[in-house]
């Protein structure tokens, strides 16, 4: 195990040099920082390949073999972030300043600081002579995470599922500590919501605005539907990661309804960020009518980002959304449509993270999460069924209602204390995984 001063060293240094390479998606730009990663992993010992599906903008795909057949454990990350408004922010958002015991910049979270730290660990034991006993430690970086993963994790799942195959992956989702009722919590992402953005029409008839009744406004029609999503949602879903959540938080599993009322009285923001994982969300966020003002609408359309319980398809979303809206007075048509997925929960790899997680904070508990959002594990459980793929970065010094905001936010920061324990981590279930 390479020492934990080091670990920390080594993570910080490498998030402040990746911080300061620009790569925010679009338009990504990402060349530099993964030509950087190449050349610090294969000083290590990696075999290390780029693959872009456009010019300028490399996956890298690193490996370390091991003497015989085995696991295949992958570390994954994207080197790409949303962009940041540096009038914001307390401190440029590309300098990777050190400063409070933190390294702020955008990806701090989001999720440089875990390609650091990944990186920071297998650098550190391929450097110190470790090989993987059986099986293979691959890392792969990918671009173009933030905008859809076409030329990222999904193009690569796609046209090179050779290259990427792996039966274990580490990724990013989870794993900053929840504080509860006195407990400490720490999440593993072991599912993403599937994505079904749709626009709702409702329609009426064109006519001069200075006599409102003499058309049929389509756009206060709307008022009903925002009113209704304002108001209600649908109605909760049993899965195997909400059950087993809300029982890990000593609440009842049996009726998500009533524990999710339950955890609003004891800590209201722990309910805002459970909810989401319990069932179908709707959030209207776009909305566009009459191109002119003196015209009342014949059209409107209203854009709904809808996210959906792994498994749930676009008849699972319909039956929803009508709970909320009801049946008529409108059309829905998806624009996007992306079936959320699972990996299972009581896997070796569970076992490991929890090994981990009682030997850094002892008395703490590990707890499956569902992520409301989503990221490139979905395009690894797409291609490879058999494979398990996790999120974990875990942090304790910052808690993850510090962190929540933070990630796509302004003075996005990381604790150097935090990359630290994420670093053992991953050299932790490295060496555990692959012996
Ligand atoms: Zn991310």
Redesign the pocket.
């Known amino acids: 195990m390479p020492e934990a001063e080091a670990l920390e060293r080594r993570t910080t240094e490498l998030l402040q040099r990746l911080i300061r390479f620009k790569t925010v998606n679009p338009p990504g730009d990402e060349e530099a920082a993964q030509h950087f990663l190449r050349d610090t992993l294969g000083a290590a010992g990696f075999e290390c390949e780029l693959l872009a599906a456009v010019e300028a903008r490399p996956n890298l795909i690193a490996r370390l073999p091991g003497g015989s057949d085995g696991p295949r454990l992958c570390l994954l990350g ?1 080197v790409d972030t949303v962009l940041a408004d540096p009038s914001d922010w307390s401190v440029d958002p590309w300098s990777g300043e050190l400063r409070d015991g933190c390294v702020w910049g955008r990806g701090a979270l ?2 440089k600081s875990q390609v650091a730290a990944e990186v920071a660990a297998a650098t550190l034991l391929a450097g110190d002579g470790w090989r993987p006993e059986a099986g293979e430690l691959m890392l792969v970086l990918t671009a173009d ?2 905008a859809g993963a076409k030329r990222g994790a999904r193009w690569l799942c796609g046209e090179h599922a050779d290259k990427v195959r792996c039966d274990l992956v580490v990724n ?1 989702g989870a794993g900053e500590v929840l504080p509860f009722e006195g407990r400490r919590y720490y999440g593993v992402c072991v599912a993403e919501k599937g994505v079904f953005r749709f626009t709702i029409a409702t329609r009426g008839v064109a006519g001069h605005a200075s006599v409102p009744r003499i058309g049929d406004n389509a756009l206060t029609k709307m008022a009903p539907l925002l009113e209704a999503m304002r108001n209600g949602r649908p109605a909760l879903e049993p899965s195997p990661e909400a059950e087993a959540l809300v029982a890990a938080l000593g609440l009842d599993a049996g009726d998500l309804e009533s524990a999710l009322r339950e955890a609003e009285s004891r800590d209201p923001r722990v309910a805002v960020l459970l909810e989401p994982m319990l069932g179908v969300t709707l959030a209207p966020t776009m909305i566009h009518a009459s191109e002119k003002i003196n015209v009342i609408p014949a059209r409107a359309e209203l854009s709904v980002d809808c996210r959906v319980p792994p498994g749930g398809d676009e008849e699972h979303t319909r039956a929803r959304v009508r709970e909320v809206l009801g049946e008529d007075g409108y059309e829905l048509r998806f624009e996007e449509s992306i079936v959320g997925n699972r990996s299972p929960i009581e896997t070796p790899l569970m076992d490991a993270v929890r090994r981990y997680v009682e030997s850094e904070d002892p008395g703490a508990e590990v707890t499956p999460v569902v992520l409301p959002g989503f ?1 490139d594990s979905h395009w690894f459980r797409d291609a490879f069924p058999d494979c398990v793929a996790y999120g974990f970065f875990p942090q304790q010094a910052m808690d993850v209602f510090e962190a929540a905001p933070l990630a796509h936010g302004a003075d996005e920061r990381v604790p150097v204390e935090d990359l630290g324990m994420a670093a053992r981590c991953y050299a932790r279930l490295v060496q555990e995984v692959l012996g």
């Open positions: 994207h989001d999720m995470e933030e990013e990221s």
